[in-house]
């Protein structure tokens, strides 16, 4: 997927998986991977930098626990960081519906192109 | 964290990785730390998934740096807008600092050589004619041009040692270089000699006041601009070598 559109929606992606509970950064990596099935796959080092951004906004919270011998930073959704992604899914919902209905469209009149309708049906005048 | 930076050897690429991007993070140490420890638990815990999987220890650390990302790229993505700001405006004064040095130097050579063109063919010195008829000081006292072609090769040397010396300084302790004093800085080097050489060409052309030319300078500034414009051709065609693979290398 273009990295550039990944990274414009990684905020919200990133405020998503921690809904599920807090968790440190190679769990949400991991879960980001799997749960997109592969499709989001940025470069694992570039992600921490949006966590300390969307700590610093104040949207998460961590803490360093000790695990396996090492420290180890948890970071967890703070009540701001879930209006936010409440915010946030409703936008992305009301884009996407926006979207779908759009392109939804169009491949229907590609694929049809005379589609048994009036062009004066789709909301062309001649 | 274990004890990053300490017994690195070969046998453990993620402590080397580690040694790096500390080495590359332009932040305040204490933020670096923390930086480094979350990705040495994120990298050692990404080996591990590989050992599980079969995969040897070496094998399993080299994937897991190679799905972390190379050090450059997570060094830009740490970088706030102000920290690229500064590294982008350090690169720059660190072309213009080695630039400046060349120059001089150069400009050293080139009067220590008209000098001793001078010398040898018992040439009289150079007649600059002010505006005023005045004579300048250094005709009147003709050692003055070798004194200053000294000075300047002098000070041109120490200003490029000085270059070198920051320059290992800022390599040991892993710093990366910018791309001006980088990769680019043959062909910048090439065109700012070329730039030099042609403003002095221009000004013995208009002329006023230089009577005789030392083109020994240009012959020097030119000298440069071409060992570079060969050198930053030659790092093109490495270049081109490299991203065309052993296919198009013939």
């Excluded at chain 1, 491949?107 to 192109?113: D, E, F, G, R, T």
């Excluded at chain 2, 300078?217 to 490495?238: D, E, K, P, S, T």
Aim: contains cysteine.
């Amino acid at each position: 997927m273009d990295r550039e559109r990944l990274k414009g929606n990684l905020d919200l992606l990133l405020l998503s998986v921690l809904s599920a509970g807090p968790a440190h950064g190679y769990a949400i990596i991991t879960s980001l991977r799997d749960r997109s099935e592969g499709t989001f796959d940025l470069p694992e080092g570039t992600i921490y930098p949006a966590l300390h951004r969307l700590e610093d906004s104040g949207l998460l919270a961590s803490s360093w626990a000790q695990a396996e011998g090492r420290r180890r930073r948890v970071y967890g959704l703070t009540d701001k960081g879930v209006a936010e992604l409440a915010a946030e899914h409703t936008q992305w919902r009301k884009f996407a519906t926006g979207m779908q209905a759009v392109l939804g469209w169009s491949a229907q009149v590609a694929w049809h192109p005379a589609g048994g309708r009036d062009p004066g049906t789709l909301g062309w005048s001649a | 964290m274990s004890a990053a930076g300490d017994d690195r050897t070969s046998g453990d690429p993620i402590g080397e990785y580690l040694d790096q991007l500390r080495a590359g993070l332009r932040v305040s140490p204490d933020e670096a730390e923390l930086i480094v420890a979350e990705a040495e638990d994120h990298l050692r815990e990404t080996a591990a998934a590989g050992l599980a999987v079969g995969m040897t220890e070496r094998e399993a650390q080299e994937a897991a740096i190679s799905v972390f990302g190379p050090v450059p790229a997570v060094v830009h993505a740490h970088q706030t807008r102000g920290g690229r700001t500064a590294a982008v405006a350090g690169d720059a004064a660190a072309a213009t600092w080695k630039l400046a040095s060349l120059l001089v130097v150069a400009t050293g050579v080139g009067g220590l050589a008209a000098d001793a063109v001078r010398a040898i063919f018992r040439m009289p010195q150079p007649a600059v004619i002010m505006p005023s008829g005045a004579v300048p000081h250094s005709v009147q006292h003709p050692p003055i041009h070798f004194m200053v072609a000294v000075t300047a090769a002098v000070c041109g040397a120490i200003l490029l040692t000085g270059f070198s010396l920051v320059r290992r300084r800022q390599q040991r302790r892993g710093r990366l270089r910018g791309p001006l004093v980088g990769g680019a800085f043959p062909a910048v080097a090439a065109g700012f000699f070329c730039a030099v050489v042609l403003a002095l060409l221009a000004l013995a052309w208009s002329g006023p006041g230089v009577a005789s030319f030392p083109g020994l300078f240009i012959v020097a500034y030119l000298a440069l601009a071409i060992g570079y414009a060969v050198r930053a051709a030659r790092m093109l065609r490495r270049r081109g070598r490299r991203q065309g693979g052993p296919g198009q290398a013939a």
